[in-house]
């Protein structure tokens, strides 16, 4: 009995150092995640101005995109962001990482090196380096006045804007990469020494058994690079200065949530745009989900 009960006892001592170590990451969960998230939907249905305290206005707010053409262009320029970067984002990371698993001498030198940009993508730093190159005196001008073309502002042309943003997300190619590499790691060889015996060349191999296999690996960098992309605000706002420009075309759904929550302290609306965005993302990743029982393949 006096065993039993000294476990007990020792039990709730456990129990409580256990919660006592928790504690801190409750109070950040409550505090810093769930009550803002629980904040921005309840002043989805209100007017809030950031200076007056709320005023409940029903479904104002969402009934109001219905009629905002600025939202409807941007959700136009995010969608062709998201549909064209992300799959040519990925072909770039699937070909290195095919390139580095050729077993190439100093590979944790280059994992690293490409891996890169992928932390420094989304920085401040490297927007600004990124508007100074695509400038009209920028070195990608440069680079084509060797040549003899031409160049222009690539930046502050409607036409070209968007284009250098995509391939700034396209640079960032590190994450998926070395994603790719380590499943690439994972199968195993004897299924391209069968294949090799059987006569199947490196296409065939790669079409036949890099492809089925790696596809959860694809799936999985799918739905996060497509989550990343619709969330890019970075880039966009150091580039157009904030503006979305030149006319609007770098005018993401993110830069134009920005604007109406702490440009025009439309907060109320903010917080409807935002989880409109919860809602849009919500609904990609719900239909990859639903594609992937077409085209992914779990070896079991």
Known sequence: MRRGSGGTLGGKKENRAAFAFLAPWFVGLLLITAGPIVASLILGFTDYNLIQPPVFNGLDNWTRMLGDERLHHALGVTL??????VPLQLVCA?????LLDRGL???AFYRSAFYLPSLLGSSVAIAVLWKQIFGADGLFNQVLGAFGIEGKGWISDPDSALGTLIVLNVWTFGAPMVIFLAGLRQIPAMYYEAAATDGAGRWTQFRSITIPLLSPIVFFNLV???IH????????FVVSGGSGGPSDSTL???LYL???GFGNFDMGYASALAWLLLVIIGGFTAVNFWAARFWVVYDD
């Open 224 to 226: 996060l690079q497509v």
């Open 105 to 107: 001498r100093g590979l």
């Open 252 to 254: 993401f759904y993110t």
């Open 94 to 98: 699937l070909g290195l990482a095919l």
């Open 258 to 260: 920005y604007q109406r």
């Open 229 to 236: 992309a619709f969330q890019s605000f970075t880039q966009a």
């Open 80 to 85: 062709v962001y998201v549909v064209v970067s």
